[in-house]
């Protein structure tokens, strides 16, 4: 499913079960919302911290989707086609970035690592 498709979805969700959207301004701050869950996820399981006592496990997937649909919200009402946008970036990210990453040190793939280019 395209993110086209997922915009659709989203929209006729919204019409028939959470009967309108919210205003960008709210979207947005439920958008930052969902995405310091994330942060918390990763800051747990990747970082330093540990989960507090009694906190109840958050999913990752679960939670990456709820930046997903609130994003697709966010499109929704701005008028912004996402699958548009997105083609249009990875070309412009591809040109500019054609040699940039083979080409930086900092990248490079440790011995072993037998990746496919």
């Given amino acids: 499913m395209g993110l086209r498709a997922l915009q659709e979805e989203v ?5 028939t079960v959470g009967v309108r959207y919210f205003s960008e301004m709210t979207n947005l701050a439920i958008l930052m919302e969902e995405v310091g869950e994330v942060a918390r996820i990763f800051a747990r399981r ?17 939670e990456l989707a709820d930046v997903l649909f609130v994003l697709l919200c966010l499109a929704n009402q701005t008028g912004v086609d ?18 940039r990453h083979r080409e930086n040190p900092k990248l490079a793939r440790p011995s072993g690592d037998e990746t496919p280019e």
């Fill in 11 to 15: 929209d006729r969700w919204i019409r």
């Fill in 46 to 62: 990747y970082g330093d911290q540990v989960p507090k006592q009694n906190e109840p496990p958050m999913e990752l997937a679960e």
């Fill in 82 to 99: 996402l699958e548009a946008a997105f083609r249009q970036k990875m070309a412009a990210r591809t040109q500019r970035d054609a040699r």
